[in-house]
């Protein structure tokens, strides 16, 4: 199964763990109003691929993924080429490379049983995903992406079920994610899971507003100041005490 890729990265080291080949995949239904890659939401954009050419353009650097790295898949949206993932990550599997899915989860659909076997598959190539909860309220949520979080928390939910490795990313906007109340929500959800690893608390910087103006867009957050980083470890500390909290109870139980 070919897949449209937008761009490959050879040697990533903010996409999991070690040194990473970080293949870019075109299409998202998502419209975060703070995306630097506008240029991968059209579905029917980039380059068609087969996995094994990317499993081939991996093995050619392989010295620098053996410190734990391995292919890490984003995007646009993974998930909205599901079959493609699945011939890529089982071509993965069978050299032993390490396999990460950095994802929103908008595709996840726990309503379609066709699509949840594809799910289900899927997860047992997967080693690790890293979801981006973009807000934990529904409704700022769809102002700031212009899609439901309902079934994203439903597959982080999945996720725990699965017992897949989950890192937890979450960008803080000044004025759009950065109120306490909701981080401290998202915190207290993401608490209950056992398979929670790590938490990415991501600066939003302005560096995707010139892409908007080259591509003859607007820009949503223009005149956003980009978060200040002691406030970020702030804003960061009051999620992991939603977390505390809700693990807290849970051991009192």
């Known amino acids: ?35 630097h890659n506008p240029d991968t ?31 890490t898949v984003t995007g646009g949206e993974p998930l909205m080429q599901i079959d493609f993932l699945i011939d890529l990550f089982t071509l993965a599997k069978e050299k032993n490379i ?24 899927l997860m047992t190539l997967t080693d690790l995903v890293m979801l981006d909860i973009k807000h934990i309220d529904p409704e700022k949520h769809k102002d700031l992406v212009k899609q439901p979080n309902t079934n994203i928390l439903k597959f982080a ?13 979450h960008v803080i906007v000044p004025g759009y994610t950065d109120d306490d109340k909701y981080l401290f929500e998202l915190g207290y959800f993401i608490g209950q899971f056992s398979n929670l690893k790590a938490l990415d608390a991501l600066p939003y910087h302005t560096m995707g507003e010139s892409k908007y103006e080259k591509l003859g867009m607007e820009y949503r957050l223009k005149g956003v100041p980009a ?7 702030e804003k960061k500390e009051v999620i992991l005490n939603g977390i505390r909290k809700r693990r807290a109870e849970q051991n009192a139980q």
């Open 1 to 35: 199964m070919q897949g449209r890729i937008h761009s490959l990265e050879s040697f990533g080291t903010v996409d999991g763990p070690g040194t990473r080949f970080v293949v870019f995949v075109q299409g998202c239904p998502m419209r975060c109003a703070y995306c």
């Open 41 to 71: 939401w059209e579905m029917n954009g980039g380059t068609l691929m087969e996995p094994e050419e990317i499993i081939a353009q991996y093995e050619h650097n392989l010295p620098f993924y053996q410190n734990g790295g391995g292919i």
């Open 98 to 121: 390490h396999t990460c899915l950095d994802t929103s989860g908008i595709a996840f659909n726990p309503d379609s049983p066709e699509l949840m076997k594809k799910y289900d598959k």
């Open 157 to 169: 939910a999945y996720l725990n079920e699965k017992k897949v490795d989950m890192w937890i990313r």
């Open 227 to 233: 978060m200040d980083k002691k406030k970020l470890l």
